[in-house]
């Protein structure tokens, strides 16, 4: 979220930011410009309603004392007059509050609507194109070094008779899998040898998190506070009890019958999206909860409406969770694998900082996702994410890629953002200087560190052998139970 005060006074600021974003076309420049001209509109729209409300106020407070002074002087007709005007003002008042409450709404939702504003050192670009590599880290394993053509992670998987998507299928849908045997083992083994990793006592600025086992279900305004919503309402995964929901969304139901059969048309699901995210108020529904898509959304939440301490900073916090995504924009990617999945367990970093120490943090973070892929000997590269492909809520970001043999290429498996004040101001975040002036916003970071599914792809394409068996890592032994190397299950 931005603050309107600083688009007041700085419009040309915003213009650029969502310029660079668009790729600094004129096309980009010129919807930069009308939204911020919309923008400036409403919030000139809003303060003339509030300095008329006020007046009205002001006005009904003081012929209210005039009344008192009239009677008192026995002057019927002015105290009459007084008293008729106001009445008059009692009307005219809540009509004037619901204006400046239906201003100030909009001002909201258009603010809600808008990206971070990229830091200067991000590279302009449109799309992924525009990337930048920063290094390469690892020997990168081919068919050539390898000495066989090396197989996908499903393959492998599945040869090994513990890699299970038909299964998961039948049970789930599409883009779900059943893990077994000494697979899901070192699937859970991966998960704990991240938190370890993290949570060890700090020692050359790798560790130090403190692990947190948050709740898997949030309200609306722990979303919103990430900025999952409203802009990425497609992607989750909303939850209800039966009861709830049919106590509180007969209309729905009523209105939008194939939406609750789960057979919906794209009208449906736009009505879907109105009813719920415009037609009812954030956290109006109690009983509506939603599927946390990564650990940051309640780890970066922890802190929302507080005021810390600066000597609480910085806040470094881990999870270890399953995550959820409807995947609504990735429809025909990746669609065979663990790549991408509904459901998947991934370790979460997230740090809360003072202002001037978010770039270091976003340094160390960065490092501390890149240690465990060192420790397990895969070989990555990090990239500097363009204008044009870092996410919403970023002011910055790293995406580390990890190597794929069986893809023979790089693929994400972290992406470590710092945000700066944006979810903070969303959330009321805030702590108090050490030299005691007023509360400050703070500045919030987060990364994966790193996603275990993806991992765990990287693992089994990497440490493949020729006969279909995998090598277990070093680093994962301690884990394992002696068990080396993951063969077929007899």
């Known amino acids: 979220m931005h603050d309107i005060k600083w688009i007041r006074d700085e419009p040309d600021g915003l213009v650029n930011a969502l310029a660079r974003r668009g790729g600094n076309s004129d096309a980009a420049r010129g919807a930069a410009k009308a939204l911020v001209d919309k923008l400036r509109g409403l919030d000139e729209e809003r303060r003339a309603t ?18 008192g002074a009239a009677k008192a002087k026995k002057d019927e007709a002015t105290a009459a007059a007084l008293m008729a005007e106001v009445a008059k003002l009692k009307e005219d008042v809540p009509a004037l509050e619901a204006e400046a409450k239906r201003i100030e709404k909009a001002l909201e939702d258009e603010l809600a609507a808008i990206p971070n504003v990229p830091l200067p050192d991000v590279p302009d670009g449109a799309d992924e194109d525009g990337n930048v590599e920063i290094r390469r880290i690892g020997t990168v394993r081919t068919a050539a070094t ?12 599945e040869a090994l008779g513990q890699m299970d998507f038909e299964t998961a299928a039948k049970l789930s849908g599409a883009r779900f899998v059943v893990n077994k045997g000494p697979l899901a ?78 057979h919906a048309e794209r009208e449906g699901i736009a009505y879907a999206k109105t009813y719920q995210m415009e037609s009812l108020a954030l956290d109006s529904d109690p009983d509506r909860h939603w599927l946390i898509p990564t650990a940051e959304v309640p780890l970066t939440n922890l802190v929302r409406e507080s005021i810390l301490s600066e000597e609480e900073l910085p806040l470094r916090l881990t999870a270890c969770t399953p995550c959820f995504r409807a995947e609504a924009g990735a429809a025909g990617r990746d669609t065979r694998g663990m790549i991408r999945q509904h459901q998947f367990t991934k370790v979460e970093l997230v740090s809360i900082t003072a202002p001037e120490k978010s770039a270091e943090e976003h340094e160390r973070m960065l490092a501390c996702a890149e240690a465990v892929l060192q420790k397990l000997g895969l070989a990555y590269r990090v990239v500097t994410l363009c204008t044009g492909d870092m996410g919403f809520a970023s002011q910055k970001t790293y995406d580390i890629e990890v190597w794929l043999p069986g893809q023979n290429a790089f693929r994400e498996i972290s992406s470590c953002s ?42 089994l394409e990497t440490y493949q052998n020729a006969d279909g068996s995998v090598t277990v890592p070093e680093a994962l032994l301690p884990y394992m139970g002696g068990l080396t190397r993951i063969e077929r299950l007899k």
């Open 146 to 157: 390898l000495g066989f053509a090396p197989k996908q992670h499903f393959e492998i998987g």
């Open 185 to 262: 083992r070192l699937e859970r083994a991966l998960g704990q040898f991240f938190l370890d990793v993290h949570t060890a006592p700090e020692k050359d600025g790798i560790g130090g998190y403190m692990e947190v086992n948050p709740p898997l279900l949030v309200r609306d305004h722990t979303m919103y506070g990430t900025a999952q919503l409203p802009k990425f309402f497609d992607d989750q995964f909303l939850a209800y009890s039966i009861p709830a929901f049919t106590e509180n969304y007969k209309a729905l139901i009523e209105l939008s019958r194939d939406i609750v059969l789960g």
């Open 50 to 67: 509030l300095t008329t409300l006020e007046a009205l106020l002001a006005r009904r407070n003081a012929a209210s004392k005039e009344i």
């Open 418 to 459: 710092v945000c700066g004040d944006f979810q903070a101001r969303r959330m009321n975040a805030r702590y108090r200087p050490a030299e005691g002036k007023g509360p400050r916003f703070v500045h919030t970071l987060n990364g994966s560190g790193v996603a275990v599914g993806r991992a765990l792809v990287a693992v």
